[in-house]
């Protein structure tokens, strides 16, 4: 029956060419849209990363809940011992300190602005930042004692640049007011514009000094790879001392999380266009072959063969036909998204976000595994019913079709 399946399907080739056409062109689709979705969730998530979060966050015990009505209640004390040990951990890239504080920023011309502030480790920072975008300037260095690096908006409002000065007053632990002179040393743009509306960036001894502590609120934690962020986290819990707590990169992007949600809707109603386009398109396509092949069933059935024998050479043609056009497609839909990934694809900033960004079609096994089962599957239901019709087809009505 298969040697027979074969044969038949390079008998008619211009049939058989039609019909692995349209699964070509099914399965690549699936390639290209499933490729595309991987890309949009890849590239939100590595900006999330490394725009601002890291892959961890390790805070003093209770920060993560109650750090919003006391910012100065749960400090990290001593961090460079706990630093010191995050090091030694596989995969762990960096680890850097942050203090985050809130002020007015003057522009010294009567205009000021509430601003959320951070004192960070400028060199690391870079390291971390690669999704981070110098709109004007340069980035802040370590030798920075009193330079800033504003957000997009933040410097919109108060119109500031590079070069200008500005006075940052803030409330220190006691309670005291304090205002350190500082020089705008770049503009800086992220994924987010609610926080480039009000972030600004010194360098921590600069926020230390400005606050009159020596403690910090969080220590950020850079992997080499985000796929080894879940087995660095159960690592972490079980060596951190008590006093500490951990948080992941999702547990923290509630933009991220927010986002992915609403794109999976979007994009599950697009995945079943596609797949209702690519079962249509091969169904039309087997549908008319087996119709033109009637008389050719008649044939077979006038020969002796009985309806079973006939209903299972169709169906196994069909198969042979699906495995043959979900190959060829995972071939040519990897050759395609490999070409179109090389020149990339402009895109419009998302809702909420800042600027554009180029997509690509990534190559993903559990994409091309779907694309190829869905060619098979697609091939041999539409061949079900089909078939089932020409073989009930009365022997003197389908030979008919042979005159």
Do not use: C
């Amino acid at each position: 029956m298969l040697k027979f399946a074969l044969r038949n399907l390079f008998r008619h080739k211009s049939r058989t060419a039609l019909s692995l056409a349209a699964v070509v062109f099914g399965v690549v689709r699936v390639i290209l849209s499933g490729g595309f979705i991987e890309d949009v969730f890849f590239q939100l998530r590595e900006n999330t990363i490394h725009s601002r979060l890291g892959h961890l966050q390790i805070y003093s015990a209770g920060y993560y809940e109650f750090g919003r009505r006391e910012p100065f209640g749960h400090m990290i004390e001593q961090p460079a011992q706990q630093m010191a040990a995050l090091e030694k951990q596989p995969h762990v890239a960096a680890v850097m300190q942050r203090l985050q504080f809130s002020g007015l920023l003057n522009n010294g011309r009567r205009g000021e602005a509430p601003v959320l502030a951070e004192g960070v480790e400028p060199d690391k920072e870079a390291r971390l930042g690669s999704a981070v975008t110098l709109i004007a300037g340069r980035g802040l260095r370590n030798d920075d004692e009193f330079g800033v690096l504003i957000g997009e908006g933040v410097a919109r409002a108060l119109r500031l640049k590079p070069g200008d000065n500005t006075t940052l007053l803030v409330t220190t632990p006691e309670g005291a007011f304090n205002t350190l002179d500082f020089e705008v040393v770049g503009v800086f743009r992220t994924m987010s514009q609610e926080y480039d509306a009000r972030a600004v960036r010194v360098s921590l001894p600069a926020a230390q000094d400005l606050l009159g502590i020596d403690t910090v609120h969080s220590l950020v934690v850079l992997l080499d790879d985000t796929d080894y962020t879940d087995a660095v986290l159960a690592a972490l819990k079980t060596r951190l001392p008590s006093g500490f707590e951990v948080k992941p990169w999702y547990e923290l992007a509630e933009f991220y999380q927010n986002a992915v949600a609403l794109y999976r809707r979007q994009f599950a109603v697009l995945q079943i266009i596609v797949v209702v386009l690519v079962l249509l398109s091969v169904a039309n396509s087997v549908n008319m072959v087996v119709h033109e092949r009637t008389g050719e069933y008649g044939t077979l059935r006038a020969l002796g063969d009985r309806r079973g024998d006939v209903f299972r050479l169709i169906v196994i043609e069909n198969a042979l036909l699906g495995l043959a056009g979900g190959v060829t497609g995972v071939v040519l839909g990897s050759g395609l998204a490999l070409a179109i990934s090389s020149v990339g694809i402009a895109m419009p900033p998302p809702p909420g976000m800042n600027g554009g960004y180029l997509a690509e079609i990534r190559v993903v096994p559990a994409v091309l595994a779907a694309a190829f089962a869905l060619g098979v599957v697609a091939t041999v239901l539409a061949a079900l019913r089909p078939a089932w019709r020409a073989t009930r087809a009365p022997i003197s009505e389908a030979l008919q079709q042979n005159i």
